[in-house]
Structures are given as C-alpha cells and as structure tokens.
C-alpha cells in the first residue's frame, strides 16, 4: 500500500485489516521504521500485535498515514529559502560542513528552525548532527565487515558534502551503501517531531523488547551500548545547592533547541515504564499534557547501567511519578528524537505517587533489598534499605527519640546520644531527635560537636565548626565501647506498643523516668516492626561496607545494636571501625562481643566474631617498609582481608609542581623498593561482561572502556548521597584553569572524617547546608579522565616485573580511584612503581613502591600511560 501510494483505507478498513492479516502490519510497520518513525521490532510477533491491538481506534490509521506521507526520500530536497538558507549562519568551514548536509539532506522544517537559533545553539545542533552521521556510519561498516561483504566504494564527489565531511574523521573507504543509509533513512527524520500516539507506541515497543531480552532463568543477553557525550548540557563548576524556589515552571512544547531553559523548571508526570541502556529512556507528560521523551543519566544509584538495572529504574523512575527537572536542556538524540537530556543528578527531583505505590512492610522492603545485594548492586540495596527505613519505621523513630529524653533526665548522656542518632537516622527531619542529640553531645563534654549539630538542625548556611580528629575519634571510642558495655535491654513485658509507650509518656510526665525507659523499651520489643528495623538496619551496614561508606556503616551497626543485640552487628560495626583506621579499638569492641552474656551475641555468633577479630588483628601487625616483602605477604593473604591506608609520612609532601600543578616529592632520601604509599579505590568499577558499556566524545576523539564509562556515572550519581566522597572529588584537579590548595598527604590518604557527627554518617541529611555539594557531571568526568587508575601500562609492568620477578599484568580490567596517589605525576622513565593486590579478581588496593634511590627534594613520579600523544592529550606536554 505504502510502496504503491494508493489513497487511504477508512479507519475502520484500516484496524479490520490489522487484526485479520498480521502480514500486512509487518508490512505497514517495517516502512514504518525505514523512515525513522518506528524502533526496530520485537523478535515476539505476538507481542507486537497486541501493542497494536491496545493503541486507541484513530491511532493505527494515523501511524499509517504517518508512514506514508512524513519525510519522503524519494525525491530531492527542494531548495531552502533564501531568508533561512544556511550560508547566512556561517560558511562551510565555521561549521566543518556539517551545515551544508543539513540544508540539503534534513527536513525543511529543521532547517527553518536551524535559522532561527543562537550561534551557540546552531553550533550543538550541528555537532549532533555530526554525531549520528559518524555513529551511523560506523555502525553501518561493522555490521558488513561482520558480514563478510565489503560493498563499493565511494570516491570523493564535490557535489555530495556528506561524503566530505565523513571522509575527514573516517579513514576507511566509504561505501555508496552506508552513505544512502544516511541520505534516505536517517537524516531526513532526523530531528522531527514525531505525533504523540508514535513517540509512545516506539517507547512501548522498546519496553518489550527489554523485558524479551531477560530469560526465564534471571539471567539477560550479552548486550553492546555506546553512548556519545559530544552534545550535553553546558555545566559550570559550582559547588552550591540550588535554590529550587526560584525557578519558574516552564511547558515541554516551549523549551528551546538546543539551549539551556535558564530559571526554568519542566514538570510533569511519566506516564511509561522506563528502558535502560546507559541511561534511563522515559517519557513525562506535562502539566499543560505535551510530551517529551527523558534521557536520564547517571541517575540511578551507584550509577548502574544496562539490562540489570531495568528493576532499579522501574523503583526509581515508576510510571506515574511526577518529576521536576532544574533548567532543562533539550536536545536531539542520535535516534533522531528530540527530548530533555539530564546528566547532572542534583538537576533532577523525583516525587512517587504515594496512591499508585503499594503499600508494603518494612519485611518485604527488606527482601527487596536483599535481592539487590544479591546480584551485588549495593549501592542500590543501601538506597532501598535507607528508603524502606524512613518510609515504614517512624514509629520506632519516635520510640528512640522518647527514650533518649528520658536518658538525658538521668544524664546517662552516652546512651542518649545513642538513641538519639538512630532516631535522626530513621527520621532525619525529626526537630525532637536532634535537639536530644545535641544536648546529649554537651553533656558528653563535646562542644563542637553539638554546635555543629545545631547549625545541620537550623538548616541554615551558617558555617558549623569542625570538631578536630582528635576530639572525633574520642567521641566514636566512648561512644562505641559504652554500646557493647552497656548493652540495650529490650523485651519482656506484656501490653500493646500504643499502650507501652503512653504509660511511658504517663511515667515521664511524673518524674519516674527509668521506668519511662523501660517502657518505650518494652513498646520497641512488642512493636513488630522494630525487630526488623534492626535487621535492615544491618543490613545498612553490610552495604556501605561494601560501597566504601564506612561512616555510614558505623551509624547503621550502631542504630542496629539500641534495638537489639546481634553478633553480625557487632562484626559490621567493628569491620567499619578497622577500615577507618582504628583497629585498636575494633579489637576491643570485639572483646567485650566475646566476653558478654549469650544472648548479646546470639547463638551461632561466637565463632565468626573471633574469626572477625583475627582478622583485625592481623592488619595491627607491624608493616615491612620492604615493597616486595610486604607486598608477597599482602598476596598471600597473611594481613588478612583488612587492608589499611598508609603513607610514608615522615618521606613525602604535597608541593606546588608550577605548570604541572601538585606534585608530591621526597623530604628525606629513599631507598630503593622502599614502600610509600598504599591505598583502598575511594570508588572502582569493573567491566561487565554481559553489558559493555563504551563512551566517545566526538570532539576530544576519546574513548572510554566499560570500566570507566561505568565509573563516571557511578561517581556521578554517588557523591549526591556521600558528601566525603563529594569533598574529595571536589580536591581533584578536573582539567579546568583552577588553583588547588596544597593539602597535607595523609588528609588525602585518610578516611576518617571529622565532618561526620558521631553515630550518623556521610548523607547529606547529616551536614550543614553550607558544606552540602552538588558537582556537576562535567566536573566528576575530568576527575576521573585525570585521576584514575586503570590495568597497568607495559612501562610499569616491566618495572613490576623487575621489582617482584614476575608479570604485573594481573589487573582485572578495571578503573579506580586513589585520591591521595592520583597526585603523583607522571614521567616516561618514572622514580616509583604502582603494585596493584588483587582478590578474587578485584583491585582491592594500590601500592607505591620506590624503583631506585631517590634524593630528598626530588619529586616522585609514576608512569600512567605508555602513549605520550595521550598523555599530552590529557596532562599537557609538562604533566
């Protein structure tokens, strides 16, 4: 019908025929999709009839109609008048050419709207444009080579700018079938609004297709995804939080091309399940009912990508969500749609629709994160666990916060920080939790602590002092040790929760305040959901240890231990406390676990907290200043799992390196192989063998593996939930034209942290609105493109190889990040090797050794890569 161009079948003929000759619709579909307005179908044909069958009755003949009339390649592009021609934007050269293919390939519309834009805009839609002809291109070429058929060349023809401006990136013989795959199917919808009832249908399909992909067993197919970061939003370095209150509401059909909606804000509700590749593909609906499709990147916790985050993104962005995104950027996607891309989470504002949720239990929510811990997606189970505890446990919130003024009554100021802390932990808006703690804080003889308290309660941007380390780990040891000396004593009793806690509000109100106590702990023992607040709780724990948020461990294990006592508790909590460098005193809370009644421990618990405390004594074990010695007992597995940061801090200093800005360099001689440095990756990604994940920047030319690509958004996405990982990226030099402080190595190698008030953790609910940061995702990729480590270059592994008698290449391909060694620079023939230790096939550590004798006020450097055309790409010729 399409091919013939017959008039139209009436609406009715139209649905009649699709639901008696699935040929045709295969038909009317497959011209659909090459003219752009479809995806690719489903291998399920069923599926897609019944995507159809479900579409409203005028909707199957308009996507016909569609088809047929919209963006017709058959005949030449008529000429574009003289008023929007494109050579009054600029000539061929201003714009590499790429305009001359717009004006003479592009829809008429796009070019009239190419005419109308800022300078600035013109130039993003011109490099977008340049993208998908690249990014066609190449996916065209593979798919023959793989094919086996190499197909006819094209020679340079002056009268076809697409052959010209491809052929100054692409250094392989073009083919006349790749380029008509361009000039007939891609660019001539490239760009065009497409109806409504058609961006859904697609969407729809693209959802299928999704949950298709994933089989019966849980397990997905091996899947290739690249993305393109040439065309995004134009971000500045800030720092501050935005002030939501000022932006005015702005509608999808008013957002200008390629140009950021300065003071504006797009609101609506999303109305499709979402898809996930590298980003997350959904569709809002605005207040004023236009649509736009979303590109959301780098937005799901820990940034996780690919098909096994479909249920992560089904949690996070569910149809029916309303949604509010801050200056929105609307652009033109490689497919050739148009929508909102949002790469910045701090841009984004989720709201679920509390009707359309189900309700659930605090036991089901922790199976669900339970699941997500499985498939070792942790930051999305601590998110999960964090959630189902502020959204189903208010009511043990309010029982601790209850008890911990009776406490105070009694000056018992300790367990009243305690319950306090774990209160704000469930409840951070609790003004009642945090005025306890604060008062709590006072009486401890830690002033700075509850004037700091005070300024995160206010919420105003006033500076909040900072306690000195000093005072904070004599706060985190008298507060820990009187945990496990004093256990909680919860349970017996008989009696409603409701009923126990108003006799112990009736106590309090008289003055009888230890049996007020011993009430609300009687209420949190009948409260059911009590038992598994402590459990999730826990389970906290376990996370952040796994994600490196050891601060939010000890919180977590803390808050565990006031609603009972629980032998994994005690072994999370001392772990946390170990990584955080105080092993001492992980020792002795793992003694008193061991010497207290049976009942603190629970059955089971005694064996695996001895093997816990083993393990942290092992990392006390005196450290050979040998490399090679210390690193041999590292792999071998003598210290233990246990690995603890250190420096040689009497050897090394940060300076100012001039023109290749910090630098760290010798403050006394060393010798050679002598041990420097080690350090755990503050953040790590690894590849993912099922999604390969790769990113290019077409400007820059360059590439991104999967581990990288991965660790950009996970870092993107997490340092909005962890403001000491925020702080240290914030340190990183970012390739921007800034001056960097100076900064004494061991804040830079140390993870113990000040800033965190005692017992509540590294979440910004728990930080003085002043120190709250929001980097914006340009920022964490140039911290990641200059700082991070990847698998060893040929220069260090000889050099390991040298050191050790054996190949270095054993790194799993992976990339980390080590904020304190990241400051050495590097140097073709370097004074220091890099010794990765690897464990079950993961970086768990780095090391620095010295290659040769090195003299005081030398600097100390590594090799990073063994291509200096890239190292100068990246650093500059003197970096």
């Not at 603890?644 to 910090?662: H, N, Q």
């Not at 953790?761 to 920022?779: I, V």
């Amino acid at each position: 019908l399409l091919k013939s161009g017959a008039p139209s079948h009436s609406r009715a003929e139209h649905r009649g025929r699709v639901a008696m000759d699935p040929a045709f619709l295969k038909d009317m579909l497959a011209a659909t999709a090459r003219k752009g307005q479809v995806a690719s179908m489903p291998p399920d044909f069923e599926t897609l009839m019944q995507l159809v069958q479900s579409l409203p009755p005028d909707a199957v003949a308009n996507l016909m109609q569609e088809a047929a009339c919209s963006g017709s390649t058959e005949q030449a592009p008529k000429a574009t008048p003289a008023d929007v021609r494109l050579s009054a934007g600029g000539g061929e050269d201003s714009a590499g050419g790429w305009n001359a293919v717009l004006e003479r390939y592009c829809h008429r519309g796009l070019v009239r709207e190419y005419g109308a834009l800022a300078p600035d805009a013109r130039s993003s839609l011109l490099k977008a444009l340049q993208v998908v002809g690249e990014e066609t291109l190449r996916q065209s070429m593979t798919s023959r080579l793989m094919a086996g058929d190499k197909g006819r060349s094209v020679r340079a023809d002056s009268d076809c700018p697409l052959v010209k401006v491809l052929s100054r990136n692409v250094k392989t013989e073009l083919c006349q079938e790749d380029v008509e795959l361009l000039k007939r199917q891609v660019l001539p919808s490239w760009g065009v609004p497409k109806p409504r009832h058609i961006e859904l249908f697609r969407h729809n399909m693209g959802v299928e297709h999704a949950r298709k992909t994933t089989c019966s067993d849980g397990h997905f197919n091996m899947t290739s995804m690249t993305t393109n970061t040439t065309v995004a939003k134009p971000t500045e370095r800030s720092g501050t939080r935005r002030d939501w209150s000022a932006l005015a509401p702005v509608g999808a059909a008013d957002l200008p091309l390629f140009a950021v909606a300065t003071g504006r804000v797009l609101q609506g509700r999303l109305i499709v399940d979402p898809i996930v590749m590298i980003g997350v593909t959904t569709i809002l609906e605005d207040d004023r009912g236009n649509i736009v499709q979303l590109g959301l990147y780098n937005a799901l916790p820990g940034g996780a990508t690919g098909q096994t985050a479909f249920e992560v993104a089904s949690k996070t962005f569910p149809n029916g969500a309303r949604i509010r995104i801050a200056e929105p950027y609307l652009k033109i996607f490689r497919d050739g749609n148009r929508g909102v891309r949002v790469d910045d989470p701090a841009d984004l504002r989720v709201e679920l629709d509390r009707q359309l949720e189900v309700q659930r239990d605090l036991a089901s929510a922790k199976e669900e994160g339970n699941k997500l811990f499985g498939k070792r997606q942790f930051h999305a189970a601590a998110a999960e666990y964090r959630r189902a505890l502020r959204e189903c446990a208010q009511d043990v919130a309010v029982l601790l916060s209850n008890r911990a003024q009776a406490l105070l009554k009694e000056e018992r100021w300790a367990p009243a920080l305690q319950d306090a802390a774990a209160a704000a932990l469930l409840n951070p808006g609790s003004g009642k939790s945090w005025q306890r703690y604060e008062a709590a804080a006072a009486g401890l003889g830690f002033p700075e602590v509850a004037k700091r308290s005070h300024v995160v309660r206010g919420g105003g941007v006033d500076a909040a002092p900072v306690p000195s380390l000093t005072m904070a780990r004599a706060a985190m040891r008298f507060l820990l040790l009187d945990l496990l000396k004093f256990p909680t004593a919860v349970g017996g009793g008989d009696g409603q929760p409701q009923d126990l806690k108003d006799r112990g509000n009736r106590a309090y109100g008289g003055g009888r305040y230890s049996e007020a106590q011993r009430l609300y702990s009687m209420a949190l023992s009948a409260l059911g959901v009590a038992e598994d607040a402590a459990i999730v709780l826990s389970n906290l724990a376990q996370s952040s240890l796994q994600i490196g948020a050891l601060h939010d461990a000890v919180a977590a294990a803390a808050a565990s231990l006031r609603l009972r006592s629980s032998g994994k508790a005690v072994h999370r909590l001392a772990r946390a406390v170990a990584l955080l460098g105080e092993c001492e005193l992980a020792d002795e809370l793992l003694g008193l676990a061991l010497s207290g009644p049976e009942e603190q421990i629970r059955s089971g618990s005694t064996s695996a907290l001895a093997l816990s405390r083993e393990e942290v004594q092992k990392a006390m074990a005196p450290r050979s200043r040998d490399a090679r010695e210390f690193y041999m007992v590292a792999c071998s597995g003598a210290l233990g799992t246990i690995i603890l940061d250190w420096c040689a801090s009497d050897a090394l200093e940060v300076v100012d390196m001039g023109t290749k800005g910090r630098g760290i360099r010798a403050t006394r001689s060393i010798g050679q192989h002598e041990l420097l440095m080690v350090q755990r990756p503050r953040s790590g990604c690894s590849e993912n063998v099922m999604d390969v994940v790769t990113s290019l920047n077409s400007d820059t030319r360059l590439y991104d593996d999967g581990s990288k690509a991965r660790l950009k958004a996970h870092l993107t996405s997490a340092v909005c939930t962890d403001m000491l990982l925020a702080s240290t990226v914030d340190s990183l030099y970012d390739g921007r034209d800034s001056k960097l402080a100076t900064v004494p190595l061991e804040a830079m190698n140390d993870v113990m942290s000040a800033r965190v008030l005692p017992l509540l953790g590294q979440h910004p609910d728990f930080f003085p609105a002043s120190e709250r940061l929001e980097l914006t995702s340009a920022q964490v990729s140039g911290v990641v493109d200059i700082n991070c480590h990847g698998s060893g270059n040929a220069e260090n592994s000889s050099m390991l190889q040298q050191l050790l008698g054996q190949e270095g290449s054993q790194v799993t391909r992976a990339t980390c990040l080590f904020p304190a060694i990241s400051l050495l620079n590097h140097a073709k023939t370097p004074t220091c090797v890099l010794l990765p230790l690897i464990r079950g096939g993961q970086q768990v550590a780095l090391m620095v050794a010295s290659a040769r004798s090195v003299p005081a006020g030398e600097e100390l450097t590594v090799s990073y890569l063994d291509d200096e055309d890239a190292v100068e790409s990246k650093w500059g010729a003197m970096r």
